[in-house]
C-alpha cells in the first residue's frame, strides 16, 4: 500500500509538466492541420485576417506599450488610439526611450513634439501602415506576392491571438509573420523574417487594452496647446517627377507607385537653404520602398549600400542627381529598382 501511496504521489507531482507537454503536442497538431488545410481555404482565412487588421487598427479603440526591436536596438512607445463614431480617429504616441518625442493625430493632421528644441512640428499624414496599421491594399492583393500559411493560436501581451505567416513568392522580398487579437483582429506582434527564418525585426506589444471608452480630450486639447512652441509647417507638396524628366519602371511584380512628394531637407552647409528633395514611394501592400532624389551638388553623400535589420539602403549617382533607395526588402531589390531609373532633362 505504501508503494502504492508513492506511485500516486509522483504521478500527481508530474502531472503539470504531462499536461503541458499535452498541450504543446496538441498546439503542435494543431498547427500542422491548419498548415495542411486546402490552399484555397488558406488564402480564404489569410485574405480575411489582413483585412480584420487593417479594420481594427483604424475602427478599435485601444491603449497600450509597445516595444520595437532591430539588432541592438529596442526602443518602447505608448500609443492611446480613439475611434469615434462621427468625428474621425484621435491617436496618441509617445516614445518611452531615448530623446522624449509626442505625437498627436487627428485622422490625418500630426502634431510632434520635440521638448528639447520647443519645437512642434505640423504636417499632413502621408502614410497609414504604421503600427499596429499594417496594409497598404487589401487583402487579396497583398496574398498575389505572398503564399498564407495560418499556423493556429499562440498568446500576446495575455491576449489569445491568430497566427498568420506570409512567405514571399519570389527573392524580392522578405517573409513575415502576425499575431492578430483573435476577438478585434487588432495587430499584436508583426516580424520580419529573413530566407532562414530568423528575425530581422519585431515590433510587439508588451501591454494593451482593446475596447472601452477612451477619452479623446487629452488628444485633442493637446493639439490646441501650442503656446511656447515654435511652429513648423514643412512644405510638402505632390510633384510629377516624370514630368521632371524621370522614368521609373520596376520590373519587380506587385510593387505599385502609391504617392510622389517633394520636401525640403536640411543642408549639411551651415547658412544654406534647404535642399528640394523628391520622393517617390512604390509599395506591395506590407514591403515599402521609397527612391529619394536630389541635387549632387547641395549634397555630401557618397555611394554606396548599407543594411539595418530588414532595411536596406542603396545610393547611387546619375548624372548630377543623386538617388537614395531605401526599403524594408533585399539588397538585390534595391538594385533591381534603381537598374530602370532613367532621366532625361524635360525640355
Wanted: proline residues 5%; neutral net charge; glycine residues 8%.
Amino acid at each position: 500500500m505504501q508503494s502504492v501511496r508513492l506511485n500516486k504521489t509522483k504521478y500527481w507531482g508530474r502531472l503539470p509538466a504531462l499536461m503541458l507537454c499535452a498541450a504543446a503536442m496538441l498546439a503542435t497538431a494543431h498547427a500542422a492541420f491548419a498548415q495542411g488545410d486546402d490552399p484555397a481555404a488558406q488564402r480564404k482565412s489569410a485574405a480575411a485576417l489582413l483585412n480584420r487588421i487593417h479594420d481594427a487598427a483604424q475602427q478599435q479603440n485601444y491603449e497600450g506599450t509597445f516595444v520595437y526591436q532591430r539588432g541592438a536596438t529596442v526602443q518602447s512607445s505608448r500609443i492611446t488610439h480613439v475611434a469615434t463614431r462621427g468625428d474621425g480617429e484621435y491617436e496618441s504616441l509617445e516614445s518611452l526611450d531615448g530623446a522624449p518625442r509626442r505625437m498627436l493625430r487627428h485622422d490625418d493632421d500630426m502634431y510632434t513634439f520635440v521638448p528639447e528644441r520647443h519645437l512642434l512640428v505640423v504636417e499632413h499624414r502621408q502614410s497609414k501602415d504604421s503600427f499596429p496599421a499594417l496594409l497598404s491594399t487589401s487583402g487579396d492583393q497583398v496574398l498575389s506576392n505572398y503564399e498564407p500559411k495560418m499556423l493556429g493560436t499562440d498568446r500576446v501581451a495575455g491576449l489569445e491571438s491568430q497566427v498568420l505567416e506570409l512567405d514571399p513568392k519570389d527573392a524580392y522580398r522578405f517573409a513575415y509573420k502576425l499575431w492578430a487579437d483573435a476577438k478585434t483582429g487588432l495587430l499584436l506582434r508583426a516580424q520580419t523574417l529573413d530566407t532562414d527564418g530568423q528575425v530581422l525585426e519585431q515590433l510587439s506589444f508588451s501591454q494593451v487594452r482593446i475596447g472601452g471608452a477612451i477619452d479623446k480630450a487629452a488628444i485633442a486639447n493637446g493639439m490646441r496647446s501650442t503656446t511656447g512652441w515654435t511652429v513648423v509647417k514643412p512644405p510638402v507638396q505632390p510633384v510629377d517627377m516624370q514630368a521632371q524628366g524621370w522614368k521609373i519602371a520596376p520590373t519587380i511584380p506587385g510593387f505599385r507607385l502609391i504617392r510622389e512628394l517633394r520636401r525640403p531637407m536640411a543642408s549639411s552647409q551651415q547658412g544654406q537653404p534647404p535642399i528640394p528633395v523628391d520622393q517617390a514611394v512604390y509599395s506591395d501592400g506590407l514591403a515599402a520602398i521609397s527612391i529619394f532624389v536630389e541635387p549632387v551638388e547641395k549634397s555630401t553623400r557618397k555611394e554606396g549600400a548599407g543594411n539595418s535589420g530588414a532595411t536596406h539602403v542603396l545610393v547611387k549617382r546619375r548624372g548630377d542627381f543623386w538617388i537614395t533607395l531605401l526599403g524594408e526588402v533585399p539588397q538585390a531589390t534595391l538594385q533591381q529598382f534603381a537598374s530602370t531609373i532613367e532621366y532625361k532633362p524635360s525640355k
